[in-house]
């Protein structure tokens, strides 16, 4: 069948060109790019486990494509700051919460971070910029993303290499599906994105906020009587960047229902959280 053919031609692309593939589905998906290396390096690992590869040489250059590509996020994030992250964050299906939970898990794991980010969806692509943002040295960077890197890489590759039997089997039963093998491969992420744009979609036919430019908000400040300014950031972050609009409130979206209540009735808010 032609669906079987496609099934074996790409297990002897992957038999052929398997180091290749490896190293640049790693650097794309840590790029940012949606391409899930996850599949591919569980299929290295069983094929290690046959004697195809060498599971040493596919963790090393793993690890280091998946360090290569952070180094770019990590020089941005030194130059252009935290800034960086809003670019990040608008091609995210979730750009509201992006920056926010980014830095929460930055502010409350520091450096450590680095270690288990590339096991968060999401963390992965962001942290690294966090990292440059936060005037990381580059030699701590490369020990404790080298660090995580390896974790990542070597917890799937370890993973396909003992159930190596299990994903011959698996590879199987797709090959045997015919055009099902396509639909078992694409539906899940496919109604996944779907799911989550519809879901964004509603949210935002259910909330409608008015957005103040920062001219707008300057005025307001200078003129007539000012607004309540909410600064969402976490606190750990306003003290590191050292920067925060004057008079403005720095609460976090938990203490909001505590702490507004205290604000005169009637005030006008105005939230910042980037």
């Not at 980014?102 to 450096?111: E, L, N, Q, S, V």
């Not at 999401?122 to 005037?135: E, R, Y």
């Not at 080298?146 to 039963?173: C, D, H, M, Q, V």
């Amino acid at each position: 069948m032609v669906q079987q053919g496609a099934v074996h031609e790409a297990t002897r692309w992957l038999l052929q060109h398997g180091y290749f593939l490896l190293l640049s589905a790693v650097a794309a998906e840590q790029l940012g790019v949606p391409v899930p290396a996850a599949p591919l390096l569980l299929a290295m690992g069983a094929l290690a486990g046959r004697g195809h590869y060498n599971l040493i040489s596919a963790l090393a250059l793993s690890s280091l494509a998946a360090l290569a590509a952070d180094l770019v996020w990590f020089q941005l994030g030194r130059r252009r700051g935290e800034s960086i992250l809003g670019i990040l964050c608008r091609i995210s299906l979730e750009p509201d919460s992006c920056v926010r939970l980014t830095r929460h898990a930055f502010d409350r794991y520091g450096p450590a971070s680095l270690l288990f980010c590339k096991f968060v969806p999401g963390l992965s692509t962001v942290a690294p910029p966090m990292a440059g943002s936060s005037g990381m040295s580059f030699a701590r960077f490369v020990l404790l993303d080298l660090t995580g890197s390896a974790l990542w890489a070597g917890a799937f590759l370890s993973t396909g290499w003992i159930f190596r039997r299990e994903t011959e089997r698996a590879l199987e039963i797709l090959s045997n599906l015919g055009i099902g093998f396509f639909v078992v491969l694409v539906a899940p992420p496919l109604l996944w994105l779907m799911w989550k744009y519809a879901q964004r979609r509603a949210w935002f036919a259910r909330v409608k906020v008015q957005r103040v430019t920062p001219e707008e908000l300057h005025t307001m400040l200078a003129w007539g009587e000012p607004p309540s300014v909410i600064d969402l950031r976490h606190a750990r972050t306003v003290e590191r960047t050292g920067l925060k609009i004057a008079g403005a409130y720095v609460l976090e979206v938990e203490e909001l229902n505590v702490h507004l209540r205290k604000l005169p009735a009637g005030s006008h808010l105005v939230f910042y959280c980037s």
